[in-house]
């Protein structure tokens, strides 16, 4: 079963404007990621929020994360055309390095 | 984009054949992963290899098996394809120095007739 859940399932915007995906999880975790993947090929890191942080920044992105709620979320601001493409929240849980968890994804849909 | 490289791009396959994927980890990493992704789906993990054992594997049949080799390259492989394995198969390389980021390639897909 997935461990995370994004929300929702497909976002739709304008260029310049902010995207907000959201990502719930089930089980206690050492660290949260989100990936972005293209088109259905490999996915790429975007960035690492650890268990005791509640806030990173990484250029347009920010993450936040609220362990009490195990939730998670994703902003980009001012967002491009290129932006377009599916995002995955990824959790791990055990003691399996590199092993990872992932949700169904965010489809985004960036207009020019 | 990544170091890490996958072949075929594309497979095609019938039901009750086996199939070999092949994966190169980015340099210097010792770890590779396999996750099978489903059309609408995230990734699954199916097992992962370290300094050529398997360290972890996730709800998959036996049918499905794996081998790393000294230069941290590795294989998946399936036996007796069903439907239900066409997919898109992605291989993520990982070394403890890299920060818990996994480096995906770019996947090979699938499609069992």
């Known amino acids: 079963s997935q461990q995370g859940e994004e929300d929702p399932q497909a976002l739709s915007i304008q260029e310049g404007e902010n995207a907000t995906m959201n990502c719930s999880y089930k089980?206690?975790?050492?660290?949260l990621q989100w990936y972005r993947q293209n088109s259905g090929r490999g996915l790429v890191h975007l960035i690492l929020i650890r268990s005791n942080e509640r806030e990173k920044h990484s250029g347009r992105l920010r993450v936040t994360l609220d362990t009490s709620k195990k939730s998670s979320s994703l902003l980009i601001t001012a967002s491009r055309a290129a932006d377009t493409a599916s995002y995955f929240c990824?959790?791990?849980?055990?003691?399996?390095?590199?092993?990872?968890?992932f949700g169904r994804g965010t489809q985004l849909t960036v207009w020019p | 984009e990544t170091g890490v490289t996958q072949s075929p791009t594309h497979l095609i396959k019938t039901r009750g054949q086996q199939v070999t994927l092949r994966c190169s980890s980015q340099?210097?990493?010792?770890?590779v992963s396999w996750y099978q992704q489903a059309l609408g789906q995230g990734p699954q993990f199916i097992f992962q290899?370290?300094?050529?054992?398997?360290?972890g594997r996730g709800n998959f049949p036996p049918r499905f098996s794996g081998l790393q080799f000294p230069n941290y390259s590795s294989e998946l492989n399936v036996n007796a394809l069903e439907l239900d394995d066409s997919a898109l198969y992605l291989c993520?390389?990982?070394?403890?120095?890299?920060?818990?980021?996994?480096?995906f390639g770019s996947g090979t897909q699938l499609s069992v007739l």
């Open positions: 993520a390389s990982y070394s403890r120095g890299s920060g818990e980021k996994l480096f």
């Open positions: 290899y370290y300094r050529e054992e398997e360290n």
């Open positions: 990824a959790t791990d849980i055990g003691s399996t390095l590199g092993r990872l968890y």
């Open positions: 089980t206690s975790i050492n660290n």
């Open positions: 340099s210097g990493h010792n770890t």
